[in-house]
């Protein structure tokens, strides 16, 4: 198995702009987390699918931030305006079992937000 | 409100030594506990899961330990190599509930093992 596939690995943009993050979970893996990791602030949850339905969308900061998960192979993470604030590396991360199991982490999308 | 606490957030030992970190949490109330390995500019991989009935899990020179009634786990790492040089998190999932799925994750310990 590829493991979690994350793209782009880097995103420099300009403020205001949209940026639009992508993520291939582990095949078979019901769970879906997105993270944030600063160094200020470490790993924040910013939203979890299971079974591509939104369970918890509270760590999303912003109305600026937005996420889906059309299919079971694939999820997106948009933030639109963009600020320089956002920079930060974005994981994502799937799991079975709602997350009772390990935690699959993806290789991460370093955001930098001039 | 659960907190992970890793003490020291950073570590350099000299090759070939046994070493321990430390990770404590403040709610006992939890289901599991994990421990990964973040190298630099990558993801996190996990290392070792413990549920909360159990005392300790093993994987090579690995081993992680659970004291879950004082909030407390370590990772014993054996004959340290070059190669385990990176940060080392800890995280921990709440017992059933509202946001049981989320994790709680420590700010990690950065290892240098010194050749």
């Known amino acids: 198995d590829a493991g979690v596939i994350q793209s782009p690995r880097h995103e420099v943009t300009e403020m205001g702009q949209e940026v639009t993050l992508r993520c291939k979970p582990i095949?078979?893996?019901?769970?879906l987390f997105w993270y944030r990791q600063t160094m200020m602030r470490g790993l924040e949850l910013l939203i979890y699918f299971n079974n591509n339905v939104p369970i918890d969308d509270s760590g999303m900061p912003e109305d600026r931030f937005s996420a889906k998960m059309p299919n079971a192979s694939f999820s997106t993470l948009k933030i639109q305006p963009s600020e320089p604030r956002d920079s930060a590396v974005y994981f994502c991360?799937?799991?079975?079992?709602?997350?009772?199991?390990?935690?699959?982490f993806g290789s991460g999308t370093q955001l930098s937000v001039l | 409100k659960q907190e992970v606490t890793q003490i020291p957030a950073a570590l350099s030992v000299p090759e070939g030594e046994n070493l321990v970190l430390n990770c404590s949490f403040t709610?006992?109330?939890?289901?599991?506990l994990q421990w990964f390995r973040q190298d630099p500019g990558k993801g996190l991989t996990s290392l070792l899961l413990?549920?909360?009935?159990?005392r300790e899990q093993t994987s090579g020179r690995l081993n992680a330990s659970l004291d879950k009634s004082s909030g407390r786990s370590t990772l014993y790492i054996a004959a340290s190599q070059p190669g385990d040089s990176a940060t080392y998190l800890c995280a921990v999932r709440r017992e059933a509930g509202a946001g049981s799925y989320q994790l709680t994750f420590g700010k990690g310990t950065k290892l240098s093992v010194i050749p």
């Open positions: 709610d006992s109330a939890i289901y599991n």
């Open positions: 991360a799937s799991s079975l079992r709602q997350g009772k199991e390990k935690l699959f």
């Open positions: 413990i549920q909360s009935s159990q």
């Open positions: 095949s078979g893996h019901n769970s």
